[in-house]
């Protein structure tokens, strides 16, 4: 069964009657990362929030807009550029909901200057797995009171609730070129610094910088690198051995993109390869998540924290209906 609200409160009205009758649910926006994540064990019903669009305010003088979960990421950029602003969010996938991002905490190479979604978004509307409508944070940017749901939703793969509204700080829009180049790397400053690093040819680095002038943007700029049949998996490390990881990424035959400013990586990698990678990312003081779905793959590898994900989980969901084994919990 599938549902599609056009309001938070239809949205509520429709939980409610979800929880009654003891439904499991599933979230979905534009679907672009139906596949990230376990599949969950069981679905009732699909809530599609496309009908949750446009945004609810836009205080161009303070920067904040709040927005509804189904607006295309995209769309509200056009709409924040008018204003000669933008949410500083990339998404690789062009259709994108602003809640969808949110979910799985999408971010790209902005995060560098900006931070990502756990860093822009300031307050959330929820429905929660029992249809009861929640509210934290606020527009205003140094907003300290309450608890902190907007953050806690964050990457929560929608196994908490149904992202409703977001309240974003807003950046001006700047204009841009950039610099590339072929081969090794050394210390380059900029708005952002990202690599290009096949498995079978030369890297490629490029970093986004003030003003026009420069480079067009390069063409694998913000895009994973996988493609159908690879595995997703974003890799992290400490700055000082990125380098490492992506030697021994290269090494393994696995093909590498993502943020030397902050050592946030995207790999494409085969199943039998994951453990591999996984070592060299835990070598590099980070870690290795499989994003996209594969049976008998471990996604998550050892996970901190373990027992208070599972505590928030039983205190929003106790009855386990939002995205049944999507998440770790």
Known sequence: MEARPTSTAEAASILREAAAKGWAVVVRGAGTKQSWGRPPRRC????????????????????????RAG???????????????????????????????????????????????????????????????????????????????????????????????????LHPRVETSFVRKRGDFGTKAGLAWEIDAPADGDWKVAWEMPGAGGDPKPEWWGRYPWREGELGVKLTAALSKVRGLLAAAKRLGVSVRGSLGTGV????????????????????????????????????????????????????????????GRFVV
């Open 71 to 169: 607006t295309p990421l995209a769309e509200l950029q056009s709409t924040l550029g008018f204003a000669g602003q933008q949410l500083a969010l990339d998404s690789p996938f062009p259709n994108a909901t602003v809640g969808g991002t949110v979910a799985v905490n999408t971010s790209g190479p902005r995060r560098m200057t900006y931070g990502t979604v756990r860093d822009l978004i300031i307050g959330v509307t929820i429905v929660r797995p029992d249809g009861v409508i929640a509210r934290a944070g606020g527009k205003v940017v140094k907003n300290v009171a309450g608890y902190d749901l907007a953050k806690l939703m964050t990457g929560s793969h929608g196994t908490l609730g149904l992202i409703a509204e977001c309240a974003f700080r």
């Open 265 to 324: 990586l995207y790999a494409a990698a085969q199943p039998d390869q994951i453990g591999d990678l996984r070592a060299a990312a835990h070598e590099a003081g980070g870690h290795a998540v499989v994003l996209t779905y594969h049976e008998g793959v471990d996604l998550w590898g050892p996970v901190p924290g373990l027992d208070l994900m599972r505590r928030v989980k039983a205190q929003f969901d106790p009855d386990d209906r939002f995205a049944p």
């Open 44 to 67: 009732d019903l699909v809530l599609d929030t496309t009908g949750l669009t446009g945004v609810v305010e836009h205080a161009a003088g303070d920067l904040i807009a709040v927005v």
